[in-house]
């Protein structure tokens, strides 16, 4: 029993959650016995008061706390009154999987007797459409952490919602700093002090989705926004490991970002040199050939759409043929047309709202950007 490691869980909450309950009872009914639960709420409702006065008599610590302290300097504080040798951090919008019949926390405690800091898969709660287009963004996001963490064993990144982290690590690293992702941060500070990272794909938490594209793009621009501020924080520890790691990072971006490739090609391939190439070869053949003479009188007209749809489309149906197959892999489900949906719109957007941020960020015009909660 001397070996068993006591695990604190911690979740922070903005004023409420629908999913604090159902979370907190499948943590209670949890066999791990070595556990304690903290959770931290700004800014707390009614119904979370209720909550906070049910669970407590249940053995679940609450800190309820009156004012706007932000996430970062919640955790930091209740951190403070913890004993567990592992901390695992929740996001309040988060629910365990019950259905894979393995204990949560003692997988967690399991998989760090050789890791310094695991990630928990994620999946999208699918109640809407927007939330199952959505989901594919989460997919190729574990798809790039799995693979970082087979080949590095190391994080640069990490998808907060769901992580565990050694007390000691946590501490050496100083805790969570103020910044808007403050998960991005830990992630790459502890990547630079060497810290091991497993990615556990076998564990899965679910969370929500937004429901509309106006809320989606609303958290997407957040999101962008952070890690447009991450990337100037850790810019030093980021051109190290592209060096280091050149193929795992690359690899990893064009699992996450998979609108990277068109977005580079319609940007730095030029439509002339394609058009002429081709225009030389119809020419050549068509001396001997007659049917060929009208698609090269027609070239100048068709073959920059034709470069173009050519490209589009090997490239999506490329993506789509290994999402397909990761997918029956890792059991998760695949459809086209929600497939479709996500690289042609939110794909793009998505990709677009980063570089946007990032040229934002870096030009330091930043004046007008409204920071949440978080920090």
């Known amino acids: 029993m001397s070996d068993i490691k006591k695990i604190s869980v911690f979740i922070p909450v903005y004023r409420e959650s629908d999913f604090l309950e159902q979370t907190l009872s499948s943590l209670l009914n949890e066999p791990y016995k070595e556990k304690e639960i903290f959770v931290v709420i700004d800014e707390p409702t009614q119904k979370s008061l209720e909550i906070a006065k049910e669970f407590s008599l249940k053995g679940v610590h609450f800190k309820l706390n009156g004012e706007r302290k932000g996430k970062s300097n919640a955790l930091n504080e209740v951190v403070k009154e913890s004993s567990g040798d592992i901390f695992l951090f929740l996001d309040s919008d988060v629910l365990i999987d019950n259905a894979s019949g393995k204990s949560f926390l003692e997988t967690i405690s399991r998989e760090m007797e050789n890791a310094d800091i695991v990630e928990v898969r994620k999946e999208v709660i699918r109640d809407s459409f927007i939330a199952k287009v959505a989901s594919y963004d989460y997919l190729g996001f574990t798809l790039a952490n799995s693979y970082f963490s087979r080949k590095v064993g190391r994080c640069?990144?990490?998808?907060?919602?769901?992580?565990?982290?050694?007390?000691?690590?946590?501490?050496?690293?100083?805790?969570?700093?103020?910044?808007?992702?403050?998960?991005?941060?830990?992630?790459?500070?502890?990547?630079?002090?060497?810290?091991?990272?497993?990615?556990?794909?076998?564990?899965?938490?679910?969370?929500?989705?937004?429901?509309?594209?106006?809320?989606?793009?609303?958290?997407?621009?957040?999101?962008?926004?952070?890690?447009?501020?991450?990337?100037?924080?850790?810019?030093?520890?980021?051109?190290?490991?592209?060096?280091?790691?050149?193929?795992?990072?690359?690899?990893?971006?064009?699992?996450?970002?998979?609108?990277?490739?068109?977005?580079?090609?319609?940007?730095?391939?030029?439509?002339?040199?394609?058009?002429?190439?081709?225009?030389?070869?119809?020419?050549?053949?068509?001396?001997?050939?007659?049917?060929?003479?009208?698609?090269?009188?027609?070239?100048?007209?068709?073959?920059?759409?034709?470069?173009?749809?050519?490209?589009?489309?090997?490239?999506?149906?490329?993506?789509?043929?290994?999402?397909?197959?990761?997918?029956?892999?890792?059991?998760?489900?695949?459809?086209?047309?929600?497939?479709?949906?996500?690289?042609?719109?939110?794909?793009?957007?998505?990709?677009?709202?980063?570089?946007?941020?990032?040229?934002?960020?870096?030009?330091?015009?930043?004046?007008?950007?409204?920071?949440?909660?978080?920090?």
């Open 156 to 375: 640069l990144v990490i998808n907060g919602a769901a992580f565990a982290i050694k007390r000691e690590i946590f501490e050496k690293l100083g805790g969570f700093r103020r910044t808007i992702c403050e998960d991005l941060d830990i992630a790459t500070r502890s990547f630079a002090s060497g810290a091991r990272f497993k990615f556990i794909s076998d564990l899965i938490v679910f969370t929500k989705a937004p429901s509309s594209l106006r809320e989606w793009f609303s958290q997407r621009r957040r999101w962008a926004i952070g890690a447009a501020f991450w990337i100037k924080d850790n810019i030093k520890t980021l051109r190290k490991a592209l060096r280091k790691h050149p193929r795992v990072i690359v690899l990893s971006l064009l699992s996450s970002f998979p609108h990277i490739p068109l977005f580079l090609m319609s940007l730095f391939l030029p439509d002339k040199i394609f058009a002429n190439a081709l225009y030389m070869l119809l020419l050549l053949f068509s001396a001997t050939t007659s049917f060929l003479i009208f698609p090269t009188a027609m070239t100048s007209l068709i073959i920059p759409a034709f470069k173009s749809l050519t490209v589009l489309f090997s490239i999506f149906f490329g993506y789509s043929l290994i999402f397909y197959v990761i997918s029956r892999k890792i059991r998760f489900r695949f459809n086209f047309l929600e497939f479709t949906v996500f690289y042609f719109v939110m794909a793009p957007l998505w990709l677009i709202l980063i570089v946007t941020s990032i040229i934002r960020v870096l030009a330091k015009k930043t004046s007008n950007i409204k920071i949440d909660w978080k920090i």
